[in-house]
């Protein structure tokens, strides 16, 4: 199909472009139970026809293209600008910047979502396999909002959907932190075996565990929080053991030269925290190298 441009015909896609469209195409297809619009839809908008455009598909919902959309429906008067040759060329532009953009190139990481106990997470992580990004350190932040008042049974399910939702359509991330770890369970949020999103100089190295709790003004050594910090502790030994991490290379958040946050609260002392995870090491692991007792 042409689109008329200064007396000549332009060709759609352009040829440079039938690349880009290839890949999008696979990834429309992927998505076909999703939506209803397709790269060969005659006008791809789904705008210019009648109120079409509330059905939009999931990809299609962020503002850059919402604006779009608004827009076609206050200047739409007339079956004449349905069939505007500039126009429909201009949508389909915007579609596929968007569509590409956010789908192809920004793809969601997804989440584990599941709680476990600290042994069962030792369990967990100790069948995991490492094939590709292996992470270098751990780094420990809080949550800070919610506080522990403001989650008074720990996460739930639904909490750990709404997180996802947060960094996924707000932040617009790829991920989020590896857990989430409060009074009762450790939450798989990222996988594991995948760098997640949680400190900006230290995505790509480090595994990052948020702890709920504001440690500014929560009480990290007694109550839930003490029971907070048990779990992390716990959480830090296990991947430090899974993957041979020196419990001295921990960082906690604060530490990130890009950051201005005083996470995770000053509550939380480094030094002790980590002389905890290596007394754990120790109480788990501490007599694997012994001799063995001569008869």
């Known amino acids: 199909m042409g689109i008329p441009l200064r007396g000549r015909t332009a060709r759609w896609p352009p040829a440079h472009c039938s690349p880009f469209i290839a890949i999008a195409r696979a990834a429309a297809r992927q998505l076909r139970h999703q939506t209803s619009a397709a790269l060969n839809h005659p006008h791809i908008s789904l705008c210019c026809r009648n109120e079409a455009w509330q059905q939009r598909p999931c990809f299609l919902q962020r503002d850059s293209f919402r604006s779009t959309i608004l827009s076609c429906q206050t200047a739409r008067t007339s079956r004449r600008f349905e069939e505007s040759g500039p ?142 910090q048990r779990n992390a502790v716990a959480a830090v030994a296990t991947m430090s053991a899974v993957l041979g991490l020196d419990p001295d290379t921990m960082k906690v958040h604060k530490e990130d030269p890009l950051t201005t946050h005083a996470c995770p609260g000053r509550t939380v002392v480094k030094n002790k925290f980590i002389e905890k995870v290596k007394e754990l090491l120790a109480e788990r692991h501490g007599g694997e190298h012994l001799d063995p007792v001569s008869s």
Not at 107 to 136: C, M, N
């Open 87 to 228: 126009v429909r060329h201009a949508l389909r532009l915007k579609f596929f910047q968007t569509f590409f953009w956010e789908k192809v190139m920004v793809e969601w990481k997804g989440i584990v979502g599941t709680a476990y106990t600290a042994d069962e997470f030792d369990s967990y992580a100790h069948a995991l396999r490492w094939s590709g990004w292996r992470p270098a350190f751990i780094v420990v932040h809080n949550t800070a909002v919610p506080t522990l008042a403001q989650r008074p049974n720990g996460f739930t399910k639904q909490h750990i959907l709404n997180l996802e939702g947060f960094y996924r359509d707000q932040q617009h991330w790829k991920a989020g932190p590896h857990l989430f770890i409060d009074d009762r369970q450790i939450w798989v949020f990222t996988p594991l075996t995948m760098s997640g999103v949680h400190s900006p100089s230290y995505n790509k190295t480090a595994l990052g565990f948020e702890m709920l709790g504001d440690y500014d003004r929560d009480e990290f050594n007694s109550g839930r929080g003490l029971r907070v």
